[in-house]
């Protein structure tokens, strides 16, 4: 380590010294790369030896430390080391971390300032960082944390300090610090930590394992047994704390009908369950009437159960009372939901009316078997109005189109004489947009070539009566839209940077134009379409722009698929 002479160098250890002890910011005229005491091989300052990025972020770090911004010049010794590896460096990255008051840092990085200066540095030179290091460490505390779980991360005030279990203590600075230990599957531990007032310190940690659970309170007749999963958890009233998901709730007692049922318990998540027995009188009979199994949907297959407004009717007007409600896993919805939904009824020919709410409700005709009884499955038709289904009632939230343009163009200014045309050519269109159920915002851009005509002969230039016509143009267009099912009617406003260039008659220019437009979607796909758009623009000179576009376009539809897959009608079969 070389600063520019032995005296400065000295008089630096001093300063730093006297700084700590009487809490006074050292000098900043005192940084300047120590010079090295006489060794076997001098070594070049390093103002001469370093090059490149090294040399220049030396150079910015001497003009930081000397203006008083340590935390700036930090970074430029910081990146200077890094760049160049000289261990030197290191005392210069020590002198800032001094100023900025944190003295475990600067016990860091001149412990490696020794241990890496090797033949770079003189004995009197790793004398000299000794003598610092021991001046600043009563500033210090070596904490050993003590974690009952390996592999965990280790943060002191927001720093990584690595995992479990540490090979060395940590060195901190005192006062008060932050600790935080947290490892994938436990809680994350976080303490206040006081460091200060001896050599070192030694921190327990204890990670708790995260437990997905839950708490069920059931409250029964006095005297009723109460099973969770077949095993017996109390009588009367029970407050138990289980794991999180499906669990089996039975409850019996003498002359009574069992009562079972399924429940869902979410994390964290506390369910009262009232039980009210029936006596085993009536509970015979019901039980000696057989099952009618109901899995129905609403708009698909998925099946509803009494608390999404399923009513099943028998023969008429009398309304079936609900049993137990089934529910299992389903993957596809990552949550537990309705199986099925069984009804006592008695055994014969029946007719049954499915109603859910939202959908129509529909009529079977079966025989229920009087000892396996019978089983419903299907799907109702959504009852919603015609907005509000199929593809352009739920659109994907994206679409891409492509398609023929029909320009046309009514151009005056900055030509001798005026040239129109109905419909002044024919090209291409690409359009991509976000379309919304009731709103839509889109993205086009599309070039055309063909022809204008001359309407007007007021000059002596030789023009052509019929000028070949480029037309270029990018914009957007957003407004309200209107979804008839496959058919959705759009409306709104546009704008765009447009161009028609006239050949042997003037350059054209972009203009930005403002105007509206009107477009008809037809889907009868669920993914692609048709779209037919007119629109009609002003620019800001004295032209007219006007077209229609006609192409085809894809928009993903994941309800109209999931509509369009589902059979609706209803299905008995005893079984």
């Known amino acids: 380590m070389t600063f520019a002479s032995s005296s400065r160098?000295?008089?630096?250890?001093?300063?730093?010294?006297?700084?700590?002890?009487?809490?006074?910011?050292?000098?900043?005229?005192?940084?300047?790369?120590?010079?090295?005491?006489?060794?076997?091989?001098?070594?070049?300052?390093?103002?001469?030896?370093?090059?490149?990025?090294?040399?220049?972020?030396?150079e910015a770090g001497k003009l930081l430390a000397n203006d008083g911004d340590f935390a700036g010049a930090l970074i430029k010794f910081q990146s200077a080391y890094d760049a160049a590896r000289d261990p030197r460096l290191l005392w210069n990255v020590a002198f800032c971390q001094k100023n900025l008051r944190h003295y475990s840092k600067v016990v860091t990085t001149l412990r490696r300032y020794i241990d890496e200066g090797g033949a770079v540095l003189s004995a009197a030179d790793k004398k000299d960082a000794?003598?610092?290091?021991?001046?600043?460490?009563?500033?210090?505390?070596?904490?050993?944390?003590?974690?009952?779980?390996?592999?965990?991360?280790?943060?002191?005030?927001?720093?990584f300090q690595g995992t479990s279990p540490l090979a060395t203590p940590v060195v901190l600075d005192?006062?008060?610090?932050?600790?935080?230990?947290?490892?994938?599957?436990?809680?994350?531990?976080?303490?206040?930590l006081p460091v200060g007032g001896s050599a070192s310190v030694t921190v327990e940690v204890a990670l708790e394992k995260e437990v997905h659970e839950g708490k069920i309170i059931v409250d029964a007749p006095p005297g009723a047994t109460i099973f969770l999963d077949e095993k017996q958890v109390g009588l009367g009233k029970v407050e138990e704390t289980i794991p999180s998901g499906g669990h089996q709730l039975r409850v019996t007692a003498p002359g009574m009908r069992p009562y079972q049922t399924e429940i869902v318990i979410q994390d964290k998540e506390t369910r009262s369950v009232g039980v009210a027995l029936e006596p085993e009188s009536a509970a015979a009979a019901a039980m000696a009437r057989p099952m009618l199994r109901v899995a129905v949907g609403c708009g698909d297959t998925e099946p509803k159960g009494p608390d999404d407004g399923l009513v099943v009717y028998v023969d008429g007007p009398e309304v079936l009372a609900p049993g137990p409600v089934k529910q299992r896993w389903y993957d596809d919805l990552g949550r537990n939901a309705v199986e099925r939904v069984e009804y006592p009824i008695s055994p014969g020919p029946h007719t049954i009316r499915v109603a859910i709410t939202g959908c129509w409700g529909l009529d079977l005709a079966l025989v229920v078997d009087p000892m396996k009884g019978a089983d419903v499955t299907g799907a109702l038709e959504s009852s919603r109005f015609v907005l509000f289904r199929g593809p352009q009632g739920t659109p994907g939230w994206y679409r891409a189109g492509v398609g023929l343009w029909f320009p046309g163009a009514d151009v005056s200014q900055n030509v001798p004489e005026?040239?129109?045309?109905?419909?002044?050519?024919?090209?291409?269109?690409?359009?991509?947009?976000?379309?919304?159920?009731?709103?839509?915002?889109?993205?086009?851009a599309a070039y055309a070539s063909g022809s204008l005509t001359r309407n007007s002969f007021n000059t002596n230039y030789a023009l052509p009566n019929q000028a070949h016509t480029t037309?270029?143009?990018?914009?957007?267009?957003?407004?309200p839209r209107i979804p008839f099912n496959v058919v959705s009617l759009g409306f709104g406003a546009s704008m765009a940077y447009e161009s028609v260039n006239l050949q042997q008659v003037r350059t054209g220019k972009g203009d930005g134009a403002f105007g509206g437009y009107t477009e008809i979607d037809v889907q009868p796909l669920c993914d692609f379409g048709l779209f037919v758009q007119s629109m009609i623009e002003k620019p800001t000179g004295d032209n007219?722009?006007?077209?229609?576009?006609?192409?085809?376009?894809?928009?993903?539809?994941?309800?109209?698929?999931?509509?369009?897959e589902t059979s609706f009608g209803l299905h008995g079969e005893a079984k």
């Open 544 to 564: 007219a722009y006007f077209g229609t576009q006609v192409g085809v376009f894809w928009g993903p539809s994941p309800q109209c698929h999931k509509e369009r």
């Open 471 to 479: 037309f270029d143009r990018l914009g957007m267009r957003f407004g």
């Open 174 to 192: 005192i006062g008060e610090r932050h600790l935080r230990v947290v490892k994938a599957g436990f809680k994350t531990f976080e303490k206040a």
């Open 418 to 444: 005026h040239y129109s045309a109905t419909v002044g050519g024919t090209g291409i269109v690409g359009e991509v947009g976000t379309p919304g159920r009731w709103f839509g915002f889109w993205l086009n």
């Open 9 to 58: 160098r000295r008089a630096f250890i001093v300063v730093l010294r006297v700084a700590c002890l009487v809490a006074v910011p050292g000098a900043a005229g005192l940084l300047i790369a120590p010079a090295a005491h006489a060794q076997a091989r001098p070594q070049r300052p390093l103002s001469q030896s370093l090059t490149g990025q090294a040399k220049t972020d030396f």
């Open 130 to 159: 000794q003598e610092l290091i021991t001046t600043l460490e009563p500033f210090t505390t070596r904490a050993v944390f003590h974690v009952n779980e390996d592999n965990a991360q280790i943060f002191v005030d927001d720093e």
